[in-house]
């Protein structure tokens, strides 16, 4: 069964940093891209970041960019996203999702698998 498990998640002030995690499991995780999205209480799932199968090509949301990376290590089946100078908006639950059709790499409903979601917290 596929699945996918984020980790790394927590309390960090401003300015500070945070490295998330993305664990696959059960399929050809080398064979997909990853996105990163995430989520503030009460709003839709806004697209992140984006990482190709081999890990060539990324994108960000302009809210994060220059900030966010987006790194993998198929050998690990392990998608990160190291984030830096983490503002109070970065507040939200973090999720990887997998995307195992073709389509637009910002669009939600593009990716069929998805993780539990990993809370960060940038306090005010």
């Known amino acids: 069964q596929l699945q996918l498990v984020e980790s790394g998640g927590g309390l960090v002030q401003p300015g500070g940093s945070l490295r998330l995690s993305c664990l696959a499991s059960?399929?050809?995780?080398?064979?997909?891209?990853i996105g990163w999205f995430r989520q503030a209480p009460g709003e839709g799932r806004e697209w992140a970041s984006y990482?190709?199968?081999?890990?060539?090509?990324?994108n960000y949301a302009d809210s994060v960019k220059d900030r966010f990376t987006s790194s993998r290590d198929n050998v690990k089946n392990k998608v990160y996203l190291q984030m830096d100078s983490l503002k109070p908006d970065d507040t939200r639950v973090y999720y990887c999702?997998?995307?195992?059709?073709?389509?637009?790499?910002?669009?939600?409903?593009?990716?069929?698998?998805w993780g539990q979601g990993t809370q960060v917290s940038v306090p005010s």
């Open positions: 059960g399929f050809a995780f080398d064979g997909y891209p």
């Open positions: 990482i190709s199968e081999d890990g060539s090509t990324t």
């Open positions: 999702a997998a995307m195992t059709g073709g389509g637009s790499w910002a669009n939600d409903w593009e990716y069929d698998y």
